[in-house]
């Protein structure tokens, strides 16, 4: 019997909410990743398990910053120290596109001998605690990732339990509870055959049991409202008994909460509209991102509301996101559509883009400056 703990995707490096900074002037969600990441490896150390397995998507793309980077390197010498063997993936956001361009797990492979990467676009089947792990990394399109998978399949069976490990999303799943992903790989669970014990998943980010012998191990920690499907549970980890066949999922007690609140808007005036959104969200986790729908809410009313208003009537969320006559659909955390300023508009959109081969931090000041000058010729 093997205990292994399964790490999902943690997409450090990813921001939301480009205009919350910290005192240090960090990215107040950023930091919400690499603090529930930090949490995973002590965890999984505290588990006390026979090894790890990540499921691709660590790295929100495929060039990190060198703090992301670093924050890597710390949680793979904590657990080589542990004492523990690992097996990781590359997903969608951390694979490079082109493989000349390199990747993250390349220099971290060279670093750690404890861990098998699997990242370029290569099957790769090895022994963990017993366990014959089989890790199909992201490929450029579904063909190839059959082609690997075959290739997996070709070394499974024997007396070991064959445990696959992939980044994919499943056709059996709701797209629209999800939503569509950069580079997806979209694949029918039928392709896996019955040729595996077992099957554990990164890619969605709700903990979720996808069938007999699949699960989604999830996030980390909450990134959108888009993470928070109907009876989505909570971010963390999970421990997987391969002798028993089981999935257990371990709460992480960190995790920004995210709160979606519904009020019915008819007729109320903009004062009553701010106190409605404040007897609403009363008693919502301090720190909170909070989520409220206006239902049928009268547009001359909402528009004499600023919404920093908005933003006072609940003093204890980390930010108040409006969503005016929009239902029960769902939005990424960055917010409704509000116009700002250049500078908080451009960081507002640079916060949603793949910027894969660029540094963030330098696009981002970069067109700061150019806003800032563009504005003092109009002056």
């Known amino acids: 019997m093997a205990r292994l703990v399964a790490l999902g995707d943690a997409h450090l490096g990813r921001t939301h909410l480009a205009h919350l900074r910290d005192e240090q002037g960090r990215n107040t ?20 398990p026979d090894g790890f397995i990540w499921l691709g998507d660590i790295f929100d793309h495929a060039r990190p910053t060198y703090r992301t980077f670093g924050k890597v390197l710390v949680g793979l010498k904590k657990l080589s120290a542990a004492g523990l063997r ?52 992201q490929t450029l399109g579904v063909d190839e990732f059959r082609a690997e998978l075959d290739v997996a399949a070709g070394v499974a069976g024997g007396d070991a339990t064959d445990l696959l490990i992939a980044h994919v999303a499943l056709t059996s799943l709701p797209v629209s509870a999800y939503g569509r992903d950069i580079n997806e790989l979209e694949i029918e669970e039928g392709a896996f055959d019955k040729r595996f014990d077992l099957v554990v998943l990164g ?28 009876d989505a549970g909570p971010k963390g980890l999970v421990v997987i008994d391969t002798d028993a066949g089981t999935v257990e999922h371990v709460e992480n007690p960190g995790e920004r909460p995210l709160v979606t609140l519904s009020v019915e808007s008819s007729g109320l005036g903009p004062g009553e509209l701010v106190d409605a959104v404040e007897r609403a969200a009363k008693g919502s986790p301090e720190g909170s991102v ?42 990424a955390v960055q917010g409704a559509p509000q116009i700002g300023s250049l500078s908080s508009e451009w960081a507002a959109f640079v916060a949603t883009q793949d910027l894969s081969g660029l540094e963030r931090d330098r696009v981002l000041d970069l067109g700061a400056r150019y806003l800032e000058s563009a504005q003092g010729e109009t002056v």
């Not at 361009?101 to 605690?129: C, D, I, K």
């Open 29 to 48: 969600r950023e930091e919400d990743f690499l603090r529930s990441f930090a949490w995973a490896v002590q965890e999984t150390i505290a588990q006390e």
């Open 86 to 137: 690992g097996v990781s993936i590359s997903g969608n956001h951390d694979t490079p596109r082109v493989r000349g361009t390199g990747s993250p797990y390349a220099a971290l492979e060279e670093v750690f001998p404890n861990v098998e990467f699997a990242w370029s676009m290569q099957a790769r089947s090895v022994e963990l605690a017993g366990v014959k792990v089989h890790a199909v990394p």
């Open 203 to 230: 890619h969605y980010h709700a903990f979720q049991k996808a069938s007999k012998r699949t699960w989604y191990a999830g996030s980390t920690d909450a990134f959108s409202f888009a993470d928070r499907p109907a």
């Open 290 to 331: 909070v989520r409220v729908f206006l239902e049928h809410v009268d547009s001359a009313a909402f528009r004499q509301v600023r919404s920093e208003e908005f933003q006072e009537a609940v003093p204890g969320a980390l930010h108040v996101q409006i969503e005016p006559d929009v239902g029960a659909e769902s939005y």
